[in-house]
């Protein structure tokens, strides 16, 4: 079983950035590809941008690109987003998730419990 705890969310006012954390630990897969979603209040959880086991491979919701930025540190088992420019639109919770396989198109198998973020003037 892998735990996947996340950090980072909070309020903050629309323009500003936040940088979410993911930590992973537990019976980690050797090589895994790693996801943000995130969730309205009464939506289904969407898609926020994924990673590939190595890094050098990401993807992007069209409503987060050239504002976010994921990245992963291998070393320590972490996952970041980066979030700049924030809209009140982002508002939502944020949740880690790590595949079994390291591509891109990979499933996801664990999932945190969730970062709230909320942007509001």
């Known amino acids: 079983q892998v735990q996947l705890v996340e950090s980072g969310g909070g309020l903050v006012q629309p323009g500003d950035s936040l940088r979410l954390s993911c930590a992973a630990s537990?019976?980690?897969?050797?090589?895994?590809?790693m996801a943000w979603f995130r969730q309205f209040p009464g939506k289904e959880r969407e898609f926020v941008a994924n990673?590939?086991?190595?890094?050098?491979?990401?993807n992007y919701a069209e409503s987060v690109k050239d504002r976010f930025i994921i990245t992963r540190d291998n070393a320590r088992n972490t996952l970041d987003l980066q979030m700049n420019l924030l809209k009140p639109e982002d508002t939502a919770n944020y949740y880690c998730?790590?595949?079994?396989?390291?591509?891109?198109?990979?499933?996801?198998?664990?999932w945190g419990q969730g970062t709230q973020v909320i942007v509001s003037s």
């Open positions: 998730a790590a595949a079994t396989s390291p591509g891109l198109d990979s499933g996801f198998d664990y």
């Open positions: 537990g019976h980690i897969p050797e090589r895994y590809a």
């Open positions: 990673i590939n086991w190595s890094g050098v491979l990401t």
